[in-house]
């Protein structure tokens, strides 16, 4: 599939020179582009990093392509990420963490997501990015059965990287109302949709006629399509939606509230109003602001790919994938602007022209009252983030309150804990690399899963358990 990905981008054949406008970043260029081969599905650097690595975008991404045909690089060229900085609060976070696979005998392809069901813990779903979902045993991690219980690829749109079927959630009162949602990318015209889906009378399988379209967000661009579905404890609907796509947020939808794209969005699916086929929860921040949608939770986000609750506080975490060198961890609050595309990271952002003669709307830096993230790395320690949980099992009581996440493209997890006000520095508790950690997930009793495309002998694509070593 990764081949498929390469030859998605219509580019001009190879034979572009390269230059390297990083500062003090010589050599790190190649193994950026290298990792074009490893692209994520949450808009980590495709076009983006191509982009930032070259003065003129067009004279990278011929080499970009050239690599797609290239074996797949060891990762790691002796620029280790930085060393972890020791947590100085009273509760240490473990040492480490270690990823054992779980269902090897299951046969998952591009797996973007592992789901929990809220009246049965035997059973969990993994998302198939090109439109299916099949279970996994939730009570045997060795179990060898699989069911596929939804095929959409008839209108899921899985032709570029971070198209397809991206999300789904189960309403946290399906026991009563059968609801599920789901998340996905189609086309003609091309868009993003949330749709809500009911099960068989005996539960087991989604009935793929039962689709009730909730909404629908025209997506200018291939790329940048977020995105998460999470239940608030307030029963609201939350849904990540990314820019829209290019690079540097071309029009500007990341800082316009009459905008779906760019955002985390809160609607009440509960009822429908008017035209619209849920509600907008009055107390949302822009409700009633004239030139403001109001289903808008939060804005200025460039491509939140996963984002989660932390079921104990309520807090909503999230993974905002950068482009030119900062990825980043958010805390989502009511009204909050995360940025972009003024800011990257805790850093200002200077986007240059994607296209020719296209004005450059940013004057970088304006930073009144937006919000910085709670956690970031550079792209010498990842290139696209992904977000993860909080952990609230009560298997491994070292990691209680530790929100994991990942980079897709260098494999490291890492493990922050929001202590008070503040956030504790990240540890880096995993280095996977090669693993393309492409979510996490979590099971009823707390455990944390991962899913990622790393191709092995066993498959297509990997589903894994976070463990503690010795606990
Ligand atoms: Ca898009
Ligand atoms: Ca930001």
Not at 53 to 63: G, I
Not at 87 to 96: C, H, K
Not at 287 to 301: F, Q, T
Request: glycine share 12%.
């Amino acid at each position: 599939m990764e081949g498929v990905l390469c030859m998605e981008a219509a580019y001009p054949p190879p034979g572009g020179g390269v230059q390297n406008p990083i500062p003090g970043g010589g050599g790190r260029i190649v193994r950026q582009l290298e990792f074009t081969t490893r692209r994520s599905v949450a808009g980590g650097y495709r076009v983006s990093m191509n982009l930032h690595t070259a003065r003129s975008s067009v004279r990278l991404l011929p080499l970009a392509l050239l690599l797609c045909s290239l074996p797949q690089p060891a990762i790691g060229d002796g620029t280790d990420p930085e060393p972890p900085v020791e947590s100085t609060t009273a509760r240490a976070l473990p040492a480490s963490v270690a990823l054992e696979r779980a269902w090897p005998k299951v046969v998952t392809r591009r797996p973007v997501q592992l789901v929990s069901r809220p009246d049965r813990s035997d059973v969990l779903y993994v998302l198939e990015q090109f439109g299916r979902i099949r279970t996994v045993d939730g009570s045997d991690l060795a179990s060898s059965e699989s069911e596929l219980v939804l095929e959409i690829t008839d209108r899921v749109n899985a032709r570029s990287n971070e198209e397809g079927l991206l999300a789904m959630s189960f309403h946290p009162d399906f026991e009563r109302n059968n609801e599920v949602y789901i998340y996905y990318t189609a086309i003609r015209p091309r868009r993003a949709v949330l749709s809500r889906f009911s099960m068989d009378e005996a539960r087991e399988r989604f009935l793929p006629e039962s689709e009730q379209v909730i909404l629908e967000v025209p997506e200018p661009y291939w790329n940048h399509n977020g995105g998460d579905i999470a239940f608030g404890p307030d029963g609201m609907l939350y849904l990540s939606i990314g820019d829209g796509g290019a690079a540097n947020d071309p029009h500007d939808y990341g800082q316009n509230l009459e905008s779906l794209l760019g955002k985390v969005i809160r609607i009440d699916v509960s009822g429908s109003d008017g035209e619209l086929a849920y509600r907008i929860p009055p107390d949302n921040p822009f409700v009633g602001r004239e030139g403001a949608r109001g289903e808008i939770w939060a804005y200025g986000l460039r491509n939140v790919w996963r984002m989660s609750f932390d079921p104990d506080t309520g807090d909503l975490w999230a993974g905002d994938v950068g482009q030119n060198k900062w990825e980043e961890i958010d805390l989502i609050v009511k009204g909050g602007n995360y940025g972009w595309n003024r800011r990257e990271g805790s850093h200002p952002f200077r986007p240059r022209r994607l296209f020719r003669n296209q004005p450059v709307e940013s004057d970088g830096g304006d930073v009144e009252g937006m919000i910085d993230p709670v956690a970031e790395y550079d792209h010498r320690q990842g290139l696209s983030v992904t977000g993860g949980f909080v952990y609230r099992g009560t298997e491994f009581p070292a990691l209680d309150g530790v929100y994991l996440y990942a980079d897709y493209a260098f494999g490291t997890i890492w493990g922050i804990r929001k202590e008070g006000d503040s956030v504790t520095e990240p540890v880096v508790l995993a280095k996977k690399p090669g693993s393309l950690i492409s979510s996490f997930g979590r099971s009823n009793d707390g455990s944390l899963f991962v899913t990622s495309f790393e191709r092995d002998e066993q498959g297509p694509g990997a589903l894994w358990k976070v463990v503690v070593p010795g606990s």
